[in-house]
């Protein structure tokens, strides 16, 4: 009865392909000091210099002085404080700051850190950080106050991402998405799964011990009934990404078609300016042009490639070629044709071979040029019955149908922007590689259980799920992980 739960930390502390993180914060730890620019730079009313480390109070001690208490220290101010005074350089007064204590640890970083907020502008701002590097301050890398946040346990690796994806959100699901996994519910469920997975590992530890006796301490009926949910968990998770991804990046929308159909028009239609250029020379758009836009809530991706054809020049058959690549990335097809041609029909086997080459991929066929003609609603008819598609009748020139066309690429991804409700939602691709990794694992360790293989067989696969589930929140890291994801951050967070 009281070997297990020695046996299970044994098995976590000696996995030897892991390095397992297990962070208890002393006053001794913090690392030399940091500043930065926590604030964007540039012309406000305000700017924040924030330092984190051990003797930062020191260094604030040297370049600060409080109004009306010439000897105020730093070291005997209680924790979230804000002091008014001023920093002063070689030269003299720099500036009038509030200066904003904590202490370890109870700060962001777990450190001492001071937050020194100053008038915002960028040669305040760069007197201040100069004043701070010259008394003993390093300048912070990207992430890094994140980074020590992380390193000292307050926070998982998970939610250390969450807190930049929350920063670079751009719709308001994908910022709540990001909340909630920086409160940590797909952390909660990573570690729920990860303990019962040491323990059924743990056992398995036992039984090799005593391989001699044949002793079986976990039956391989209730283990493969354990880890068949288990592994029904992390599918649901792997199935998840898919909607994350949208979330997070928007919806990835692709304007294809022949030249001059109106491929740039629309796109400077949607976006509400002039972004590509038009003319009437086919072949004028060479390569893709991206850009975004924000429609009930939904972020559009969109890509204005160039015009399907059998090109004449070098340049332009690279063009083509770089559109059918973003063709075959795409979330949604925005076919473009002039339906004012006689020989609109021509292009319908063009839009089923797209169907059935991207079936990934949902499709609009956008008549295009309405405007010339009488017989659109009977051209557009013929269209849907022969295509299978939705059509939407538009005239980019003009600006009609372009409001029902973007009522309808909103209707394709129905209940997108309530993704966010979701109690789960993988959104991060290295996330979802260690959760697809982690499942593939685990369907070895069910095959091996039902081919009666050997129990050291078993524990090895479940070693590497527990590894790759450990590689999302943190128990399990290398220095490499750790760079991929600090050096997206800005310097100052």
């Known amino acids: 009865m009281y070997r297990e739960p020695r046996q299970l930390l044994t098995l976590e502390n000696s996995l030897p392909s892991m390095s397992i993180m297990t962070t208890v914060f002393t006053q001794s730890e913090q690392a030399e000091p940091i500043a930065a620019l926590a604030t964007p730079l540039g012309i406000g009313a305000l700017a924040v210099v924030r330092m984190s480390g051990k003797g930062v109070f020191d260094i604030a001690q040297r370049v600060f002085r409080k109004k009306n208490n010439p000897s105020f220290l730093f070291s005997q101010s209680k924790g979230f404080r804000a002091h008014f005074g001023t920093v002063y350089d070689s030269e003299g007064l720099v500036d009038e700051v509030v200066a904003l204590t904590f202490r370890s640890p109870n700060s962001f970083t777990m450190e001492d850190m ?30 890094e106050f994140t980074r020590r946040a992380f390193l000292n346990g307050r926070i998982d690796l998970l939610q250390a991402e969450a807190i930049g994806e929350m920063i670079h959100a751009r719709t308001e699901s994908a910022f709540r998405t990001a909340v909630n996994q920086m409160q940590g519910t797909l952390s909660q469920r990573l570690d729920s799964m990860r303990e019962q997975l040491l323990r059924s590992c743990a056992l398995l530890e036992l039984e090799l011990d005593f391989s001699e006796e044949d002793v079986e301490f976990l039956s391989r009926d209730q283990l493969r009934q354990e880890l068949a949910v288990l592994h029904e968990e ?6 998840s990404y898919q909607h994350g991804r949208l979330l997070k990046e928007g919806v990835a929308t692709v304007i294809a078609g022949r030249p001059n159909a109106g491929k740039s028009t629309l796109l400077n239609m949607l976006l509400d300016e002039e972004r590509a250029i038009v003319s009437h020379m086919p072949g004028t758009t060479r390569d893709y042009i991206e850009e975004c836009f924000l429609y009930e809530k939904i972020m559009f991706r969109l890509t204005d490639t160039a015009g399907l054809r059998e090109g004449s020049e070098d340049i332009e058959h690279e063009g083509i070629r770089r559109s059918y690549k973003k063709i075959s990335e795409a979330d949604l097809i925005l076919y473009l044709l002039d339906i004012s041609s006689e020989e609109y029909l021509n292009e319908v086997s063009q839009i089923l071979g797209f169907l059935e080459r991207y079936s990934n991929a949902r499709m609009i066929v956008v008549a295009n040029k309405i405007d010339l003609i009488r017989e659109t609603p009977e051209r557009v008819q013929k269209l849907r019955e022969l295509t299978g598609c939705e059509v939407c009748g538009i005239s980019a020139a003009e600006g009609v149908g372009v409001d029902s ?7 394709m991804v129905e209940g997108f922007d309530k993704l966010h409700e979701a109690s789960v939602l993988v959104t991060s691709l290295r996330h979802y590689e260690a959760l ?3 499942s593939d694992a685990l369907e070895n360790a069910l095959e091996l259980i039902d081919s009666g293989s050997a129990t050291e067989l078993i524990a090895f696969e479940l070693r590497s799920v527990l590894e790759y589930v450990g590689e999302i929140t943190g128990k399990v890291v290398n220095e490499e992980i750790l760079n991929v994801v600090f050096d ?4 100052g967070k």
């Open 114 to 143: 001071i937050e020194l907020s100053c008038h915002g502008g960028p040669v305040v701002v760069k007197h201040i950080l100069q004043v701070l590097l010259d008394e003993g301050c390093r300048l912070a890398e990207p992430g």
């Open 488 to 491: 997206r951050f800005c310097i």
């Open 436 to 438: 697809r990794n982690a």
């Open 405 to 411: 066309l973007k009522l309808q690429m909103s209707s």
């Open 234 to 239: 992390l599918r649901c998770l792997v199935d």
